[in-house]
């Protein structure tokens, strides 16, 4: 009777794994940057896509038509990052110098440059109408979105803050570094606590669940990192650390309402994982499923079944998920 048991057991434990996995769909690729992409931004209202790249080309992009992207603007070096701030249709825009230019998304027309880090400005976000920006020189930027004003600069690394990912429950700013660190903040970037050895090396990727109890982060070490907080102390425990990917992980994009959530990276691939348990359920590679050939970059959901995904491959490609 207990080999019996066990048998069911280990049988049911199999079928209900099979059951969660998951398969993909190519929509389309996206071609026209003739640089390494780096910026992506998806927007929730408009469904319109933004990429900036070493070209130093931001592409407005519909889903439906994949010949015809249509260019905001060309400048002159590297773009690392985007962000769209919605309410005024203005794009900005972090560059490898440190500058941030915010473009009129309808007009074209730079409404301003700032100067304000002295490296690469390698994330955007957006918080209570405030832009927070990761710099190269180990700075935080908070910037008003409406006026463009200067609200706050805070020194947190020795090298370069590479990701930043807000809590709104609990008004947390968690921000990956170049020190191997997770440093978490207030909104008005307050240290609530410094120095959380978080990986061998860089943290590239930051992203808290969309319940904020988990802050999950990917680095150079190619491990996938899961955190749970605890909020009365501000710290972080270690609930599994996994070894995800064969080379750096550069992005993690959760859903958020929904069960999955991807990473990418630099040994070309995307994978789909469950955000119950952190377990994998499905690999995107180039041989499987005509992915991309070179480092992916950053990947980010569309809808609860959609995402992009961008590379070194100076390509985008649109997916769908089946569950």
């Known amino acids: 009777m207990v080999q019996v048991y066990i048998f069911k057991l280990i049988f049911v434990t199999i079928f209900i794994k099979m059951e969660r996995k998951v398969s993909v769909s190519k929509i389309a690729e ?14 929730p209202i408009s469904k319109k896509v933004y990429t900036g790249a070493t070209d130093g080309y ?19 070096e590297p773009i690392y990052s985007i962000f769209l701030f919605e309410p005024k249709q203005q794009l900005w825009i972090g560059l490898a110098s440190g500058n941030i230019h915010v473009v009129d998304l309808i007009t074209k027309e730079e409404l301003k440059n700032l100067e304000i880090h002295k490296l690469g400005v390698f994330d955007l976000k957006l918080n209570e109408k405030k832009i927070y920006a990761a710099g190269g020189d180990g700075s935080i930027s908070m910037i008003d979105a409406n006026t463009f004003e200067l609200l706050g600069l805070k020194k947190i690394a020795q090298k370069s803050v590479r990701c930043l990912s807000f809590n709104e429950k609990e008004g947390i700013l968690a921000a990956g570094t170049s020190d191997h660190s997770i440093v978490l903040l207030s909104n008005n970037l307050e240290i609530l606590k410094t120095k959380i050895t978080a990986h061998k090396n860089s943290v590239f990727s930051l992203t808290f669940t969309s319940d904020g109890q988990y802050l999950l982060s990917g680095g150079r070490d190619a491990y996938l990192n899961v955190w749970r907080i605890n909020i009365a102390e501000n710290s972080l425990e270690l609930v599994q650390d996994i070894p ?24 070309k691939s995307i994978k789909i994982w469950a955000l119950a348990d952190f377990e994998l359920l499905k690999v995107v590679d180039k041989a ?11 990947i980010a959901w569309i809808s609860e079944l959609e995402f992009v995904s961008i590379s070194d491959d100076k390509k985008m490609i649109y997916w769908k998920l089946k569950s």
């Open 58 to 76: 931001v592409v407005e992009w519909d889903l439906q038509k994949p010949d015809e992207g249509r260019l905001i603007c060309r400048l002159k």
């Open 244 to 267: 995800a990917h064969n080379l750096h992980i550069h992005h993690i994009s959760v859903q958020k309402e929904g069960s999955y959530f991807i990473t990418c990276s630099m040994d």
């Open 30 to 43: 996206f071609k026209g940057h003739v640089g390494n992409i780096y910026g992506l931004y998806c927007s």
């Open 288 to 298: 499987r499923n005509e992915s991309h050939v070179n480092s992916v970059n950053k």
